[in-house]
T-cell receptor, first 115, second 117 residues
């Protein structure tokens, strides 16, 4: 079974609009971490935001926020006031278990911001 | 902080030759680094976990004799693709574990595009 599912292969959004990128996960471990990374066409993976399974509040980092719904096992990334530079691939990832190190990645969503 | 470099960024080699890719953590010590492979328009596939001073742990299906990993210092891990073949052409990207705070985040290098002729 897929551990991380990103159901949107591509998203197209007008500049300055907010956009939500979906991510659902599957784990039976009570301790896990969820990450979002951005990969521009240059190839580098840029860390955006982290949410721990025990965190009571949704994580926020500037224009990025994570809509964490634990019961539904979803961790959607919200980008507010989108910019042309936000066009990239976005990957959701999960680290399972206490002390675990490996990340499992979703298939990614290609976001295109239109001017 | 948490900057990871990777060298070279791009390499073209002939079939049968070996290629070494370096991954460095520039401003922190990384006891653990990871090597991933990414095919076009696909997600990242973990190849191996590299621990400083010990043998790497390879994922199922990854040939350890073909993809040699050495993590000789706290800031450097190398991946050597031995006897490269065209099917080894891919984007290879490393990450370093930054174990500060609850997030214990992996920070990635810029990647190496390998083309085997």
């Amino acid at each position: 079974a897929q551990k991380i599912t990103q159901t949107q292969p591509g998203m197209f959004v007008q500049e300055k609009e907010a956009v939500t990128l979906d991510c659902t996960y599957d784990t039976s471990d009570p301790s896990y971490g969820l990450f979002w990374y951005k990969q521009p066409s240059s190839g580098e993976m840029i860390f955006l935001i982290y949410q721990g399974s025990y965190d009571q509040q949704n994580a926020t980092e500037g224009r990025y926020s994570l809509n964490f719904q634990k019961a539904r096992k979803s961790a959607n990334l919200v980008i507010s006031a989108s910019q042309l530079g936000d066009s990239a691939m976005y990957f959701c990832a999960m680290r399972e278990g206490q002390g675990a190190q490996k990340l499992v990645f979703g298939q990614g969503t290609r976001l295109t911001i239109n001017p | 902080g948490a900057v990871v470099s990777q060298h070279p960024s791009r390499v073209i080699c002939k079939s049968g030759t070996s290629v070494k890719i370096e991954c460095r953590s520039l401003d922190f010590q990384a006891t653990t680094m990871f090597w991933y492979r990414q095919f076009p328009k696909k997600s990242l596939m973990l190849m191996a976990t590299s621990n400083e001073g010990s043998k790497a742990t390879y994922e199922q299906g990854v040939e350890k004799d073909k993809f040699l990993i050495n993590h000789a210092s706290l800031t450097l891990s190398t991946l050597t693709v031995t006897s490269a073949h065209p099917e080894d052409s891919s984007f290879y990207i490393c990450s370093a574990r930054f174990p500060v705070g609850a997030s214990d985040t992996q920070y990635f290098g810029p990647g190496t595009r390998l083309t085997v002729l």
